[in-house]
């Protein structure tokens, strides 16, 4: 049997959090890069000494990785747009509303293979996310964000195909309060699921944005 390398990276806005080597049957290695907690920052952090992050730096790590001939998967796991729930003081509809567009586009530009929005991807409303998905490039997934007759507004999960590896990306967040949703418990609606998409995919990667509740 061959082996397969996978190498899951998560990365904050900042810096890279975490470096997960996980190893399964096969011989190909697939790079699983992952960001959260973005908070609609699109420029590197202010740390003076050695300031991280930013769309460009992001793409340049991603032109490195493909230029490398590695097979690679690009995730969100929400909190992409916005810094909070609610808009700060100061910061106009408007100035907020460029910012997303900015990000979306660099990410339809990086690439994008799944993200699963959080509460702060909300915070002009859900009329202007779901504007923001027919824009994207790349697919919504949440198995326990509704409307709120409890309807799914996004897949529950996506499967993709890297290099001979199939991934299933399963989208959750946790429980938070909006006048135009249905936030079911998290776990729940992955016990749900979990069982459907493991079948299908090699590995099954879970993007939650998850509170330390759910933890």
Known sequence: MMKIYINIAVFSFAMLVSLINAQTAGSMSVHVLGTTNVNGETDPCGWKKKPLGGLARKATIIDELVSSNNEVAIVDAGNLFFKKDQLSPGVT?????????????????????AFSPGSQDFALGLDFLLKMEKSANFPFVSANIKDITGNHLFRPYQIVSKGGVSLGFIGLASQFTHPDLQIDDPIE???GIIDEVASQVDLVVLLFNSEEKDI
């Open 93 to 113: 509809t408007e100035i907020a509303s460029v910012t997303a567009d900015i990000i979306l586009n660099a990410f339809n530009e990086i690439g994008c293979d």
């Open 189 to 191: 609606a992955l016990k």
